[in-house]
Structures are given as structure tokens and as C-alpha cells.
Nanobody, 115 residues
Framework: QVQLVESGGGLVQPGGSLRLSCAVRGSTTSATAMGWYRQAPGKQRELVTR???????NYADSVKGRFTISRDNAKNTVYLQMNSLQPEDTAVYYCNTWPYALWNWGQGTQVTVSS
């Protein structure tokens, strides 16, 4: 069974940066497109960004130019570099396959942007 382990979240001031990691256990990141999703309080989970097996990336308009997704297939890990964080980025961040979330969701990692 595939296990997703997200980490790297925390409390950061507006304008700050964080780097999230998603470790995939029981499968290989090289075999599937991966995405980062987030769920803010009272809102539905949404796709933030995704990366294909070939390395093509796409971003939600709200994070374009601020977030960068990458993958290290040797480590079975997907990363999300988040810069210029804003309060509206506050959410629990998850990774999963894209375009369909085929694996069980991990626990996510909380990102809180606040002064």
C-alpha cells in the first residue's frame, strides 16, 4: 500500500518561504504525474500545482510565479518551494497523483501564514 508523508509546513510571516516535501513509500514517483493540493478551513481541497513524468509543470493562477514544484525520483520525493507566502496560502497541503488522486491521502502538512 502506498503511503504519502508530507512535511515541512509551519508558521511563517507574510512574504516568507517554506519548502514542503512529500515522500512516497511503496511506489515510485517516476511512474506517475504528481500534484500538490491544499485545503483551507471551510473550503474544498484544490489542486495547487502538478508535475508530469516528463517534468512539465502547471500552476494555479493564485500561486504562479511564487511556488515551484519539483521531484527527485531517486528519493521518491516531490517538493514544493513556496516563496512570497500570503495569508491566503494558509491551508493543509497534501500531495497525491494527478489528475486523479489514486493513493490514500497522507496526513498533510499545515502551512500558516500570519504576522
Amino acid at each position: 500500500q502506498v503511503q504519502l508523508v508530507e512535511s515541512g509546513g509551519g508558521l511563517v510571516q507574510p512574504g516568507g518561504s517554506l519548502r514542503l516535501s512529500c515522500a512516497v513509500r511503496g511506489s515510485t514517483t517516476s511512474a506517475t504525474a504528481m500534484g500538490w493540493y491544499r485545503q483551507a478551513p471551510g473550503k474544498q481541497r484544490e489542486l495547487v500545482t502538478r508535475i508530469t513524468t516528463g517534468g512539465t509543470t502547471n500552476y494555479a493562477d493564485s500561486v504562479k510565479g511564487r511556488f515551484t514544484i519539483s521531484r527527485d525520483n531517486a528519493k521518491n520525493t516531490v517538493y514544493l518551494q513556496m516563496n512570497s507566502l500570503q495569508p491566503e496560502d494558509t491551508a493543509v497541503y497534501y500531495c497525491n497523483t494527478w489528475p486523479y488522486a489514486l493513493w490514500n491521502w497522507g496526513q498533510g502538512t499545515q502551512v500558516t501564514v500570519s504576522s
